[in-house]
C-alpha cells in the first residue's frame, strides 16, 4: 500500500530505480517468452509430423506382422523374436532451447541387419523380415516422438512460468511502485508547499519585526530630538 511508505527523497530514488529494473526485467521476460512462443509453434509442428509418422508406422507394423502371424504361425514369430540377442541401448543428452533444457535422445542397435537379428535366413521368411523391419521403424519413431513430446512439454511449462512473471510485473509489482512513486512525489510536494508557506509566514514575521524596529527607532530619534530642541528653548 502506497501509505505505508514513508514519502522520502530516498525512498523516491530507490522506487524509481526498481521501476526502471522492474521494466527492464519486464522488457526481457517479454522478448523471452516471446520467442519461446516462436520456438513452440516450430516444435509443436515437428510434433504433428512425428505424431503422423508414429501413426503411419504403428499401423504398418500391426499389418506386417499380422500377415507374418497368418502365413508363418505365432510360434515362428514368436521364436524369432526370441533369437534377438543385442537389443536397442537409448542414451539421453540435453541441449538448451532459450534457457530451456530438454532432452536429446540417441539411439543405437534399432535398425539391423539379417544376420544381426539372431535367427539366420534359414530360420526367417520375407513376411517376418518384413515384420522387423516395420517395428524397428516404428521404435525409431517412438525414440523420436519421445524427445519432441517432451521438448514441447518443457517449452509450455517454461512459456507459462515466463507468463506469469510477466503479468505479475506489469499487472501488480509495476503498479504498486509506480502508485507508491505518484504518493511520495505527491506528499514531498506538500511538504515543500507547506516550507515554502511556513518559510513566507517567518519572512514576513522578520520583515513586520523590522519595520516596527524601524519605527521605534524613528519614534526614538524623533523624541530625542525633541528633547534636544526643548533643552535648546529653556537655554
Same mark, same amino acid.
Given at each position: ?77 514368436? *521364436? ?82 515466463t507468463k506469469r512473471r510477466v503479468n505479475a510485473l506489469e499487472f501488480k509489482l509495476l503498479p504498486e511502485l509506480n502508485e507508491n512513486k505518484e504518493y511520495i512525489e505527491q506528499k514531498l510536494e506538500e ?37 534636544? *530642541? ?6
Open positions: 500500500m502506497a501509505n505505508d511508505v514513508k514519502p522520502t527523497r530516498k525512498n523516491l530514488m530507490e522506487i524509481e530505480d526498481r521501476i526502471d529494473l522492474s521494466e527492464r526485467g519486464h522488457d526481457t521476460l517479454e522478448q523471452k517468452r516471446d520467442g519461446l512462443i516462436m520456438e513452440f509453434m516450430d516444435i509443436l509442428d515437428q510434433a504433428q509430423d512425428v505424431r503422423e509418422q508414429l501413426e503411419a508406422d504403428y499401423d504398418t507394423a500391426q499389418e506386417k506382422i499380422n500377415k507374418a502371424r497368418a502365413m508363418e504361425g505365432d510360434v515362428a514369430v514368436r *521364436g524369432a523374436a526370441a533369437a534377438l540377442k543385442e537389443h536397442p541401448e537409448i542414451t539421453t543428452q540435453s541441449k538448451n532451447i532459450m534457457g530451456v533444457v530438454v532432452p536429446q535422445i540417441e539411439s543405437s542397435k534399432v535398425k539391423k541387419n539379417l544376420d544381426e537379428r539372431g535367427y539366420g535366413l534359414l530360420g526367417s521368411s520375407a513376411r517376418i523380415d518384413e515384420a522387423a523391419d516395420a517395428y524397428e521403424e516404428l521404435i525409431e519413431s517412438i525414440i523420436l516422438a519421445a524427445e519432441v513430446e517432451t521438448a514441447m512439454k518443457k517449452m509450455l511449462e517454461e512459456i507459462e512460468t511538504q515543500e508547499r507547506e516550507e515554502i508557506f511556513r518559510l513566507k509566514k517567518i519572512k514576513a514575521k522578520k520583515e513586520e519585526e523590522e519595520k516596527e524596529e524601524e519605527r521605534e527607532a524613528a519614534a526614538k530619534a524623533e523624541a530625542e530630538a525633541l528633547e534636544a *530642541g526643548v533643552a535648546e528653548s529653556d537655554d
